[in-house]
C-alpha cells in the first residue's frame, strides 16, 4: 500500500494548458515535499510545505498543503514543454528517510 | 552545481559479476545516505539507509547480501551489486543528508544494465 497516492499517474497535455496533480493520504503529516525528475537524472526539490493551509508560488508552479496536511496539490499554469518531467510527491518518514509517492508522468506537446 | 556525484554514470555488465556504484557529497559532509531504485517508468524506492562508520538499515525486501553498502567516510557511500542478474537493471540514485539534517541532495543517478 503505498503511503502517498497521487493522481493522475499520466498526463499529456498542449502547450498554453493548466493542470493540477494530486498527492493525498490518509495520515497526517508534518511536512510534504515536492520534486521534479527529468528522464535520466536525480529529483530535484521544488519546495516543502509544512504548514495546513500553506500555499507557495515558485514561478508558474503553485503548492497548496491541505488544512488537515493530509493532501497536497500542484497546479502549473501555462504549461510548457520544459515542465515535461515526473512530478513527485513525498514526506520524511521517521523524520529523515524521504520516502515518495508513485509519480505524476507529465509531457506537454509544443 | 552538483553537490552529489555518482560514479558511474552507466554501467553495462555480464549476468553474475559485481558492480560497485559510488555516491559522493562534494563539498558537505552527510553522515546518513540513502539509496534508492527506479525501474522504468516507475518512481523511486527506498532500498537502505547508510550511515558513517556502521551497518546499513535494509528496506523490507532488499537483500542486504546482495546489496552491499559501505558508508566508510562522510563524503563517500557505496553501493555493490553481487552477484548481478538481469532483474537488477535499474536506475540507482544516492541522496545524502547534511549533518544539519535540514537538506537532502541527490545524485544524478547510474543506470545499470545487466546482459
Known amino acids: 500500500t503505498q503511503l502517498l497516492e497521487q493522481s493522475p499517474q499520466f498526463l499529456s497535455i498542449q502547450e498554453g494548458e493548466n493542470l493540477t496533480v494530486y498527492c493525498n493520504s490518509s495520515?497526517?503529516?508534518?511536512?510534504l515535499q515536492w520534486y521534479r525528475q527529468e528522464p535520466g537524472e536525480g529529483p530535484v526539490l521544488l519546495v516543502t510545505?509544512?504548514?495546513?493551509?500553506e500555499v507557495k508560488k515558485l514561478k508558474r508552479l503553485t503548492f497548496q498543503f491541505g488544512d488537515a496536511r493530509k493532501d497536497s496539490s500542484l497546479h502549473i499554469t501555462a504549461a510548457q514543454p520544459g515542465d515535461t518531467g515526473l512530478y513527485l510527491c513525498a514526506l520524511l518518514s521517521g523524520g529523515f528517510k524521504t520516502i515518495f509517492g508513485a509519480g505524476t508522468r507529465l509531457f506537454v506537446k509544443a | 552545481g552538483a553537490v552529489v556525484s555518482q560514479h558511474p554514470s552507466r554501467v553495462i555488465c555480464k549476468s553474475g559479476t559485481s558492480v560497485k556504484i559510488e555516491c559522493r557529497s562534494l563539498d558537505f559532509q552527510a553522515t546518513t545516505m540513502f539509496w534508492y531504485r527506479q525501474f522504468p517508468k516507475q518512481s523511486l524506492m527506498l532500498m537502505a539507509t547508510s550511515n558513517e562508520g556502521s551497518k546499513a538499515t535494509y528496506e523490507q525486501g532488499v537483500e542486504k547480501d546482495k546489496f552491499l553498502i559501505n558508508h566508510a567516510s562522510l563524503t563517500l557511500s557505496t553501493l555493490t551489486v553481487t552477484s548481478a542478474h538481469p532483474e537488477d537493471s535499474s536506475f540507482y540514485i544516492c541522496s545524502a543528508r547534511t549533518l544539519s539534517a535540514e537538506l537532502y541532495h541527490f545524485g544524478p543517478g547510474t543506470r545499470l544494465l545487466v546482459l
Open positions: 495520515s497526517v503529516f508534518s511536512s
Open positions: 510545505v509544512v504548514t495546513g493551509g
